[in-house]
């Protein structure tokens, strides 16, 4: 059996975001799509960095790479 991981949270989240989740986000079961999940939390990384005049390619004078990404799905998403 594959090893599980676990993602702790935080108890207060400091930014928050509003994405219109479109039809094609959704799979054939009308749920949104696993692949999309990744593509959403992405765009509200770029809104956070745009809120502090940052961006991914200059972020306080440095380049930011993502180099890692860990998703947990607890459950199916309507």
């Known amino acids: 059996m594959g090893l599980r991981l676990k ?16 039809v094609t986000d959704l799979n054939y079961g009308n749920h949104l799509a696993n692949d999309k999940v990744l593509s959403l939390i992405h765009e509200a ?5 745009q809120e502090y005049g940052q961006s991914e390619v200059s972020f306080f004078s440095n380049g930011l790479i993502q180099i890692d990404t860990q998703l947990v799905y607890k459950n199916q998403a309507f």
């Open 7 to 22: 993602l702790v949270l935080p108890n207060e989240w400091h930014y928050k975001t509003n994405i219109r989740v479109r």
């Open 45 to 49: 990384r770029v809104r956070f960095l």
